[in-house]
């Protein structure tokens, strides 16, 4: 995979700025064939890295625009091939003829996330660092952008690293020790084989349970809006987002179906869902919205109880609180703080112990329910730098190295000669090589790559 790749990295609308990446064999002596610039040397033979003032003319010598190149020799590079970029104005129509040009000349379109697997493929960086490169791209918060830029750095995979390597002393030592019984080293110990099988699996633990809180950085908090019709959970949902995203009315039933929504509250992403109406009705459209509001609840993290502080509670509010408490995180509204209350909520505080009173049409008491997301999941303000697992398929990994260290834990204590155990090690060295690529499938990494925009 060394073959000339183009695209335009900077999408397909109109902007201040537009960029044209090249990689492969022969990216400089064909940017140079399309850039001039003003003085001085051409441009393959300017320093790596040095930002070039010239033209940029189309295959019949006619200029089309004056910018910015520069080129990168291998290995030294984003790709670690040959490469070069060029900078102009971001006309859609100018990138197009500049990148015919470029494909007149032999280069070929690169396909989505292409230049990143080729740095990917040439060791640039891991798989692990890959991923991060689009979560970096489609952050939608301010930690979400930290987490990525971290991983970025390789945090993730200095901690990956770290199991690795201790596992693959523990398998150098043994087979040191039976390949040259005659030399002097150490004999290949039971406690040994324990304390480094112990902090392995320790290590291999921690970083699983990191999955939750990076997925909910990267993806957001599913979040469900409960409650019996007309209670208000459209009105919050559109506060929320800033705008009229669900309709609104003082009919009962409105909202007939689930409503998606994302929305950043206290720095916390959320994946709202306005629900339909939790009541008895004889509409089977409505009946549909109710089994998916309910099964929404089920799927939620968290959900945002919704009742009705001016009228009084109803069957309809005791099902929606039932259902609400199997979430693993609920905070109750009380709606409509504007007018008069017509029930205390002192009978409900030992089931919910997060109570807020607001009005969602005013907007009044916002703030208080921003304050209690945010102290449900803290990293909204600020991310520790400890690197966290942020997709499923590096969840999967990790699970299988720590299922095959517990059954080496399980046969050292039922004695099993150490080749046996270190079947199980050897797994869970195979299962680490998959976080950061180096024992992957190649299925597998097309899929990855696959997410990413093209030019990138």
Known sequence: MTDLIAAIATGTAPGGVGIIRLSGTGAIETASRLFTPQQGAPLCQRPDRQLVYGSMADGEGRVLDRGLAFVARAPHSYTGEETAELQCHGSPMLLSLL?????SLGARQAAPGEFTQRAFLNGKLDLMQAEAVIDLIDA??????RQAAS???GALSRRVSEIYDGLVDLMAH?????DYPDEDID???QETIGTALRLARSQTEALLQSYTRGR???KGIPCAILGKPNVGKSSLLNALSGYARAIVTDLPGTTRDTIEARVTVGGVLLRLIDTAGLRETEDV???LGVLRSRAAVEEAELCLLMLDGSAPLSSEDYEAMALAKRAPHCLLLINKSDKPAAFSTAELESDFPSILSLSAKSGVGLSSLEDAIQALFPFGRDVSSAPLLTNARQQGAARRALDALLRAEEGLLSSLPPDLLLIDVEEAL???GELSGTTLRDDITTRIFERFCVGK
């Open 99 to 103: 990148l015919e040009f470029l494909f």
């Open 140 to 145: 939608e918060t301010p930690s979400a952008a």
């Open 151 to 153: 991983q970025l750095e």
């Open 174 to 178: 043994f087979y040191a020790v039976l």
């Open 187 to 189: 004999p290949f110990r």
């Open 216 to 218: 909910q950085i990267i």
């Open 285 to 287: 459209v409505e009946q």
């Open 430 to 432: 195979t299962a680490l």
